[in-house]
């Protein structure tokens, strides 16, 4: 079974982190939060605090097939300036595996040069920092082992897509129909 890793950072976007993780869940797919402030808690943009699996110190980064970054402000930045997730998303990203990310989170990978001739999304705002991607305006991109998408309101797409990426259609439109989505 495949094993998803999501970081989250202190200022993240819940809606974004935790309906990707909802929905994967709701896939019989495995998905571990990993907080990188060095504790479990984790507190959003929006001053919700939630409790990950796991830390950046402690998880496994061997048993995961895909990583995953939320956006949110400053979230996306304090994921861009850690040094374990830089490591583990290019290192993913070289091995074939799969990295995704939302809402202004694209900008690390481009930051990381992932996006490179590749086609990617972002919040609006973001485009420039997708270095030597080309931009779409679709809510979500996926090219070949990269995932991205443009916000909030496309988080339930963002995640339906990258379910599909491990199982298949019958699966996404089970997920979609229990979702009224």
């Given at each position: 079974?495949?094993?998803?890793?999501?970081?989250?950072?202190?200022?993240?976007?819940?809606?974004?982190?935790?309906?990707?993780?909802?929905?994967?869940?709701?896939?019989?797919?495995?998905?571990?939060?990993?907080?990188?402030?060095?504790?479990?808690?984790?507190?959003?943009?929006?001053?919700?605090?939630?409790?990950?699996?796991?830390?950046?110190?402690?998880?496994?980064?061997?048993?995961?097939?895909?990583?995953?970054?939320?956006?949110?402000?400053?979230?996306?930045?304090?994921?861009?300036?850690?040094?374990?997730?830089t490591k583990?998303?290019?290192?993913?990203?070289?091995?074939?595996?799969?990295?995704?990310?939302?809402?202004?989170?694209?900008?690390?990978?481009?930051?990381?040069?992932?996006?490179?001739?590749?086609?990617?999304?972002?919040?609006?705002?973001?485009?420039?920092?997708?270095?030597?991607?080309?931009?779409?305006?679709?809510?979500?991109?996926?090219?070949?082992?990269?995932?991205?998408?443009?916000?909030?309101?496309?988080?339930?797409?963002?995640?339906?897509?990258?379910?599909?990426?491990?199982?298949?259609?019958?699966k996404v439109?089970?997920?979609?129909?229990?979702?009224?989505?």
């Amino acid at each position: 079974m495949s094993k998803i890793g999501i970081f989250m950072a202190d200022g993240c976007e819940e809606i974004e982190g935790l309906t990707v993780v909802d929905i994967v869940r709701r896939a019989g797919l495995d998905i571990e939060t990993i907080s990188i402030n060095g504790k479990k808690n984790v507190t959003s943009s929006h001053k919700v605090t939630f409790e990950t699996d796991t830390t950046k110190e402690e998880a496994d980064y061997d048993s995961y097939d895909a990583i995953v970054l939320p956006g949110g402000m400053p979230g996306t930045l304090n994921l861009g300036a850690d040094t374990t997730v830089t490591k583990t998303i290019r290192e993913f990203a070289a091995k074939g595996k799969l990295v995704a990310a939302i809402c202004a989170a694209p900008s690390v990978l481009g930051e990381n040069h992932i996006l490179e001739g590749k086609k990617a999304t972002c919040h609006p705002g973001f485009e420039e920092k997708l270095l030597g991607a080309e931009w779409s305006k679709q809510p979500v991109v996926v090219d070949g082992n990269v995932i991205t998408s443009r916000g909030m309101g496309t988080a339930i797409a963002f995640g339906l897509e990258i379910v599909r990426y491990f199982t298949d259609d019958a699966k996404v439109d089970h997920i979609r129909q229990g979702l009224v989505y």
